[in-house]
């Protein structure tokens, strides 16, 4: 099903008085609501399909749209560039590797995908997503521009991402910044970020199943179209892959004579030293910590700097499929910038009042798996309630050509008491805000798409019944015991999940007003009428402590985030 991403548009930013801003704001609106006329995600991505014949026709185009925007790709040399790719991980690897280097007082530009809440969230400058005020002015410059430029032979404006990937350079340049981190959007071979030609240092993070109509359907095929980023004589990184794609991305480097090697496990970084803190949580961030410590580590070598030049490195000598990319102490900077990382949505923790948010946007097998052994225990650590019960919510959506029955399977060893499902929508109507506007799909294709989710769970909810009731309960070794509204064979099918028609409806109910930032009008007549949702609204009123986790779509991660953290809209 065709399916429009609702984050790929911007946030109003309003001025609270109504003032002088009032024009900035307008023309900031003009912009966002501009750039939402080119090409959502969705049909982008349809695009791209249709011309899989000739993908090498997509990045000719896009130097094409490079010209017109009056640079060339020589140009963008000067930007200093770390491209990173990868199935899993590799936004966290920038965000990692853009902290290490900012704490060496360099200036840093950061192009990621795709935003939560905000779209000037994809280009930041030193961390911080570019003011309303500087996107706009690049917009505007880089749209008129293209205007200009185009004839009767060319479509006149590049789509959504290719729009923002030109203006992320145009930025970068203008700013005169003293690198560039660029995540790569999908794949790496024909993603439009590829038509940069002399990177500094690539890099390639954990590698798995997803976007198979676009980059094939086994592992080998995707670590194929990943090492399209390798450029003859740059080094590259990547970390402990499976045999298969580990071996193709061998071949493809070396194809182009690219020095690859294999990043060491953090551990070995740490036994010269006092262990690594990472500012993300989760057991998965460390494969990701020692990627950005070997890339960071790898651009200032090239950028010749003094705290580099004094460290002491070694090669291990044991036999890999890969040579081993050299042991060091990470410096003080480097072990800073680990610890004091934030990256939005990715197993992030938000405590209010008995409510826990557990934001994680996983939206692949093997992402599901690190997000349910970080939620697990992040539950262990977790303080007890003297009294009372503990009640666990999943909130969940799932979008494109993924499998949802296979991600919720995933999340079925959690022992939720309520599954709660809903669309990457934060209201079921809005015209006042751009982030809301979608001329791809109808609220009813949505809610189809979630009641699809719920049945998945149902069923998945019989099977596990069935097995219960043929072996004793067993408790987490040192978690929770979760609350149980019945035992598993005596409860009707659906009895414990839900759909709502947006997000703000679906936090209202979980919340209960009882978390002191999200404080909404109260929910709409009739949300309650069902059984389950009267029942559990009692049951979550009552609760000591409620853990939420919200995970299947970094979208519907961004959606909760913009009424959890209203502060991120300003």
């Known amino acids: 099903m065709a399916e429009k991403f609702w984050w790929e548009v911007s946030m109003e930013w309003q001025s609270p008085s109504g003032g002088p801003s009032a024009v900035k704001t307008a023309s900031f609106q003009d912009a966002v609501r501009m750039l939402n006329t080119l090409q959502t995600n969705a049909s982008y991505l349809e695009q791209v399909k249709r011309e899989r014949g000739d993908p090498q026709t997509q990045l000719e185009a896009m130097e094409v749209y490079l010209a017109r925007s009056g640079l060339q790709v020589e140009d963008l040399d000067q930007l200093n560039i770390i491209h990173v790719t990868g199935t899993k991980g590799k936004g966290s690897t920038c965000a990692f590797t853009e902290h290490i280097l900012r704490n060496y007082g360099l ?120 090492g399209g980023i390798f450029k003859h004589g740059v080094p590259a990184f990547t970390v402990l892959q499976p045999e298969g794609p580990l071996a193709v991305l061998r071949d493809r480097a070396q194809q182009i004579s690219c020095p690859l090697y294999l990043c060491p496990p953090l551990e070995a970084l740490e036994e010269r030293g006092r262990p690594l803190t990472l500012g993300l949580e989760g057991e998965h961030q460390r494969s990701n910590a020692a990627l950005a410590l070997q890339l960071a580590h790898c651009w200032l070598q090239w950028r010749d700097h003094q705290d580099v030049r004094k460290l002491k490195v070694s090669r291990p000598s044991v036999p890999w499929p890969l040579p081993l990319a050299p042991v060091f102490q990470p410096t003080s900077h480097m072990r800073h910038g680990l610890r004091d990382t934030e990256w939005p949505g990715r197993t992030q923790v938000l405590r209010r009042g008995p409510l826990t948010w557990y934001l994680d946007g996983a939206h692949t097998t093997s992402s599901v798996q690190a997000c349910v052994r970080w ?57 006042d805000n751009a982030d809301q506007q979608n001329f791809t799909v109808t609220l009813d294709q949505v809610l189809l798409r979630c009641l699809e989710h719920q049945q998945h769970w149902s069923c998945l909810d019989e099977e596990q019944a069935g097995r219960d009731l043929w072996r004793p309960s067993s408790l987490e070794p040192g978690g929770p015991a979760p609350l149980r509204l019945a035992p598993r064979g005596l409860q009707p099918c659906s009895s414990s999940s839900l759909v709502f028609s947006c997000i703000s409806h679906a936090l209202q109910w979980i919340s209960q007003g009882r978390d002191p930032v999200f404080q909404p009008p109260s929910l709409p007549r009739g ?22 986790l919200v995970t299947g779509s970094l979208h519907l991660v961004g959606g909760v985030l913009k009424l959890l953290e209203p502060s991120l809209s300003q």
Not at 123 to 129: A, D, E, H, L, V
Not at 183 to 199: F, H, L, Q, S, W
Not at 396 to 423: E, H, I, M, W
Not at 527 to 548: D, Q
Request: charged residues 20%; glycine residues 6%; hydrophobic residues 40%.
């Open 107 to 226: 200036k840093t530009g950061f192009f990621s995908s795709p935003h939560l809440v905000q779209v000037r969230e994809r280009i930041r400058i030193n961390g911080q997503p570019i003011s309303p005020e500087l996107f706009t002015k690049h917009f505007w410059h880089l749209y008129h521009q293209l205007e200009k430029t185009k004839d009767g032979s060319c479509v006149s404006m590049p789509a959504y991402f290719r729009f923002l990937t030109l203006m992320a350079f145009h930025v970068f340049l203008q700013e005169k910044v003293d690198l560039a981190v660029v995540e790569v959007g999908i794949g790496g071979a024909y993603d439009c970020t590829n038509i940069i030609r002399k990177p500094v240092v690539c890099g390639v993070s954990s590698l798995g199943i997803d976007h198979t109509s676009l980059l094939g359907d086994t592992v080998e095929k995707i670590a194929w179209q990943k």
């Open 375 to 431: 939620f697990r225990q992040a539950l262990q650590r977790s303080e007890r309630p003297s009294r009372g019960p503990e009640v666990r919510v999943l909130l969940f959506n799932s979008t494109g050509d993924r499998d949802p029955a296979a991600l919720l399977k995933l999340l079925q060893p959690c022992q939720f008491d309520y599954a709660v499902f809903c669309p990457n929508l934060t209201e079921v109507a809005s015209t």
């Open 527 to 548: 949300l309650l009428a069902h059984p389950t949702a009267s029942n559990g609204a009692s049951v979550l009123r009552e609760a000591t402590a409620i853990h939420v």
